[in-house]
């Protein structure tokens, strides 16, 4: 789903546009939230396909200018330790990787497990989500200084902190033409492998 969320227009969070990213979430389904996620999905779907990869789409390759942010639910922080082992190479590529603070401290102990020098954060870990971390988050993105998030989403769970994970998503919608936001976990590891693909092409 391509829903390209105008963050001043009050619709973007009428329960329809909500069940709509909820039901994505759920099914595994790219839900597309921004210019830059629509503009980065068409690239990683062309470069599945086998086509060349388009020169002018240079985000999927400039990750070395860029910070990443990684965030989880508690329900999803086993996808998204599974997901930064498996695609290790492609993140460690970040400029920066930031996170939320429990999902962070797993990361880095995966990160020194996996050789990363343990003197060295691997990702800089914030606040974790209900003391604030997603709003922290936010405020880089909103600064222009954190291009990509991946956000593994539990739409099973009441969420304790759901206003800063609705800044966090007003943020990215906020910078619509800078910020890619993937929110399921097959779809980032569909970007991952995609990454690598346009690398060695």
Known sequence: A????????????????????RQCVIHGKPFISTVATARDWIEMERIH??????????????????TLAL????????????????????LSRFKQRIGTGT????????????????????????????LGGDAQIADRVLEHQCQRAIFFEDPHVARQHE??????????????DEA????????????ASAAVLRQQG
């Open 49 to 66: 396909a086998g086509l060349a990869a388009d020169p002018a789409a240079d985000d999927l390759n400039a990750f070395e200018q860029q």
């Open 163 to 176: 206003a800063d994970i609705q800044l966090l998503e007003r943020a990215v919608t906020t910078v619509t």
């Open 71 to 90: 965030i989880a639910h508690d329900a999803r922080k086993p996808q998204m330790l599974a997901f930064a082992a498996e695609h290790f190479d492609v």
């Open 2 to 21: 391509i829903y390209l969320i105008d963050p001043v227009d009050p619709s973007s969070i009428f329960p329809e546009a909500i069940a709509l990213k």
């Open 103 to 130: 999902t962070g401290q797993r990361l880095n102990e995966m990160a020194w497990s996996r050789g990363w020098p343990r003197e060295q954060a691997w990702i800089e870990r914030f606040q974790s989500g209900p």
């Open 180 to 191: 890619v936001c993937i929110t399921a976990p097959n779809i980032a590891a569909r970007w």
